[in-house]
């Protein structure tokens, strides 16, 4: 079997309050920005903000407030706003970090000294507040943010595992941080506190082990599909993943390469998924294309090359994106 990443957590550009237009965002401010840092001198300022459910960290500068300076992090519709406020508060550090998560209708609003250990600020039910994203001050001490991430949920994803699998979460030192089995659904959802450097060991509902992945960057919301096949593809010698990859021309070969050291498979069918007026078809010997192909047998460690060929429709000249992808599925029984 092999964990494929199918979707990545970060559902946008990091640091957008660092790098959108100014004239795309609302609000009465005043502000100025640096390489580094977005800094709000008074007011409030705002982005439009379509994510139903996210998880957005920022990290700023712990600035020491005074009995008449505060801060608010939020979203809001209308009147109706949730989110983080914070005031002097004695014998208490300024925050390093602030975290905003809406899930399932809920919002619940952290706060952090180092970006690691997160305190509950409470929250609660919260249909409509995803309209608007901001950020505004009271007082003379200026909100300086060092970096702004939005997360598609608070969750690793795994998905197409047999009930009753377990998936065991350890960090990048082998110590275990959390375990969880697959449900009626066969999905196993991990609730992340931070993202880290980890792997992820699978289990089988009895307890035996089927698979480690290597250490890797895990985020808020990265989404896994559990193949049974452990094949992979190559473009120009670099390793194909969920990330858009594009080809130099309309003829092109990417390797197939079964990267398993024992299993032999056979009769996989590859199939061209994609949604464009062009026809796109692959080949096994540059002779014959087809929308799918099978592949008889592939050996351990074997390598074969896949022949990928772009074909203008006609009657629609023009040189727009053409997606696509190749599934990998049974073949013949």
């Known amino acids: 079997m092999k964990l494929i990443k199918v979707e990545d957590g970060l559902i946008e550009d990091e640091n957008y309050f660092l790098k959108a237009p100014i004239g795309d965002f609302l609000g009465d401010f005043l502000c100025t920005r640096t390489a580094d840092t977005f800094n709000l001198t008074s007011g409030y300022i705002e982005r439009n903000f379509p994510h139903d459910e996210y998880v957005i960290i920022v990290e700023k500068e712990p600035i020491a407030l005074d009995e008449d300076d505060s801060y608010k992090f939020y979203t ?27 899930h399932k209708g809920f919002i619940q609003g952290y706060r952090s000294d180092d970006g690691i250990v997160w305190v509950n600020k409470g929250g609660g039910e919260a249909e409509e507040l995803t309209r608007l994203q901001g950020f505004s001050i009271k007082g003379s001490k200026e909100l300086k943010i060092k970096s702004y991430r939005v997360y598609r949920n608070p969750y690793i994803r795994l998905y197409n595992l047999e009930q009753g699998t377990k998936a065991i979460l350890y960090d990048n030192v082998g110590s275990k941080i959390i375990e969880r089995a697959a449900d009626e659904d066969d999905l196993i959802e991990i609730y992340l506190e931070n993202p880290l450097i980890g ?37 120009k010698g670099i390793l194909l993943d969920y990330r858009a990859k594009k080809l130099n021309t309309r003829h092109e070969i990417v390797v197939m390469k079964n990267a398993s050291t024992s299993e032999t498979y056979t009769d996989l069918k590859l199939t061209v998924v994609h949604d464009t007026v062009d026809d796109i078809k692959i080949s096994l010997d540059d002779t014959v294309y087809y929308d799918e192909l099978i592949v008889p047998t592939i050996e351990p460690s074997e390598q074969k090359d896949i022949y990928i060929k772009i074909v203008k429709n006609s009657n629609h000249p023009s ?3 053409r997606s696509f992808a190749i599934e990998i599925d049974e073949g013949r029984s």
């Open 76 to 102: 809001r519709k209308g009147n109706q706003m949730a989110g983080l406020i914070e005031e002097k508060e004695e014998g208490r550090p300024a925050a390093t970090h602030w975290k905003l998560i809406r």
């Open 199 to 235: 792997k992820i060991k699978i289990y089988d509902k009895d307890g035996f082990f089927l698979k480690e992945t290597p250490l890797m960057e895990l985020k808020y919301g990265d989404t896994f599909f559990s193949y049974p096949y452990d094949i992979e593809f190559y473009y």
């Open 319 to 321: 040189y727009g994106i």
